[in-house]
């Protein structure tokens, strides 16, 4: 998947993990796109958290499919799917600072004064100098990873991408409802790797920046060359005529080979301007010819080819992350949710009297634990009675939910006892059965933390420890469906 298929997968997770009580899509719609797009792939085929090669097709083609359904859909589900972007630049702002590298190439070159071409006196031994480290580091970044500077994507690259996208973040916020909380789970999943490909991308476009700056360099030496004749001289304080010929032969070695262009440092001794007079002064073209060879072999080329190895290592840089963002309870939801027949699961309610707001949270929560196709069947056990119930009831199948108020503190002597005397029950007609706790907290969302609900589900999970196969969570986002959509 490129990095638009991704996105799409981000924001209906988003959506669906935000949403977990269909304010805006509702169950059935779910499930009706799973079981267009999974293609026979079940729930217990999922092992671990990674995506693999089958799963992550499910999920592109699923997302592909809520996409196309979605035209057409209900307002306030637009406007939250319009509300989930992630920090991006723009093509406009690269091309602006293309054509800001090259002008400021062209004009920052310069030939010298009265018709010489000081050869140690232009910007461009400096503008090499500086690309030779930059283009160091630059491999460093894109060909070892691992590096602390690749991981980070240079400081330069990081400023940039956190003010490009101050600059191109829409104006649209949300403060409250199922929207914010949507909004929210998409920031946690897809912005760390939008920041990433940022940053990476900006290195890209920096280093074409960068090409494009040395080859405003070297068309500045032929256009200022060509209405004026220039003569090649050189001067300085620290080299001597041999210290001159090897620099000149270093440096200008490459560019020789590569376009079989001779290095004349022949006239080097000539050339050599102190006491403000000049022997014999050479004719500059050779001179241009060799410098702007230089900036093409050890500029343009090797930063083209930086951009070209950052281009082709995004894609592959974002999936490895994003295969990773624990995708497998949620696939294991959406799955389960067309899974189950019409097996019938029974339901032992203690001290509730179920009601039909109760039982749309716990149907929820027995069809993701068992299969969306899943029927519950609820039964009742008084307080005060858990002894004659469980001397008195017959299983009926092999899987049971038995549902406790979050709220009461579990007790060895009821609540684990009760459990215990259900479990020996179910052994008595089933080798093998599958015996899970669901706690209701319909009642808890508005009022308590999420840090307190997990602390009482830890709770509940040590005092039916050994007996019941797993303990689950029903709650009802009820200040998600207080709350207004933002328009």
């Known amino acids: 998947m490129d990095w638009n298929d991704w996105q799409r997968v981000l924001k209906w997770r988003a959506l669906e993990e935000g949403d977990a009580d269909g304010v805006l899509v509702n169950a059935e719609r779910r499930r009706e796109a799973t079981a267009h797009t999974r293609a026979g792939l079940g729930s217990e085929e999922i092992a671990g958290d990674m995506l693999d090669e089958r799963s992550e097709s499910f999920l592109d083609k699923r997302a592909e499919w809520l996409e196309r359904e979605a035209v057409g859909w209900r307002g306030d589900l637009i406007r ?36 010489e071409f000081n050869l140690l006196a232009l910007p461009l031994v400096g503008l090499l100098a500086w690309n030779a480290v930059v283009i160091v580091l ?35 916020e949300v403060t409250s409802g199922v929207a914010e909380t949507v909004q929210k789970r998409f920031e946690e999943l897809a912005w760390p790797l939008a920041w990433k490909r940022l940053q990476m991308r900006l290195r890209m476009w920096l280093h074409v920046a960068a090409a494009l700056l040395a080859i405003g360099g070297a068309v500045a030496l032929y256009a200022r060359g060509w209405s004026r004749e220039y003569r090649a001289v ?95 309870n949620y696939l294991r939801t959406l799955l389960r949710a067309v899974e189950g027949g019409s097996e019938r699961i029974q339901v032992l309610v203690h ?65 684990r006892r009760l459990v215990s005397d259900v479990r020996q029950r179910l052994l008595t007609k089933h080798a093998d059965p599958e015996l899970v706790v669901l706690l209701d907290g319909t009642s808890l969302a508005g009022r308590w933390s999420p840090e307190k609900i997990a602390g009482r589900e830890q709770l509940w999970s040590e005092m039916v420890e050994g007996i019941a196969s797993d303990v689950i969570v029903a709650v009802r986002k009820e200040s998600a469906r207080a709350k207004p959509l933002a328009s």
């Open 351 to 415: 001290a509730i009297e179920p009601t039909p707001a109760h039982r749309e949270v716990w149907d929820r929560g027995v069809r993701e634990r068992f299969g969306g196709m899943a029927r519950a069947e609820y039964v009742r056990i008084p307080a005060g009675e858990e002894d004659e119930f469980a001397a008195a009831w017959q299983p009926v199948c092999a899987n049971l939910v038995m549902l406790f108020n979050m709220a009461t503190t579990p007790e060895a002597e009821v609540q």
């Open 80 to 115: 939250v799917l319009d509300l989930l972007c992630v920090p991006h630049g723009r093509w406009s702002w690269a091309l602006a600072g293309w054509i800001l590298a090259l002008v400021t190439g062209y004009w920052v070159t310069d030939l010298g004064q009265e018709a």
């Open 138 to 172: 630059g491999l460093l970044c894109e060909l070892i990873p691992a590096n602390a500077v690749a991981g980070r994507g240079g400081w330069v690259a990081e400023f940039l991408a956190h003010g490009i996208s101050r600059m191109g973040k829409a104006s649209k």
């Open 234 to 328: 050189w001067e300085s304080t620290l080299l001597s005529e041999n210290g001159a010929k090897a620099f000149f032969e270093a440096l200008f070695t490459p560019a020789s080979r590569v376009l079989r262009l001779p290095v004349p440092t022949d006239q080097i001794d000539g050339m050599h301007r102190t006491g403000g007079k000049v022997e014999t002064p050479a004719p500059a073209l050779p001179w241009i010819d060799l410098y702007a060879g230089t900036l093409m072999v050890l500029v343009v080329v090797p930063r083209l080819l930086l951009a070209g190895i950052g281009a082709a290592r995004c894609c592959r840089t974002m999936a490895r992350p994003a295969r990773a963002l624990q995708w497998g």
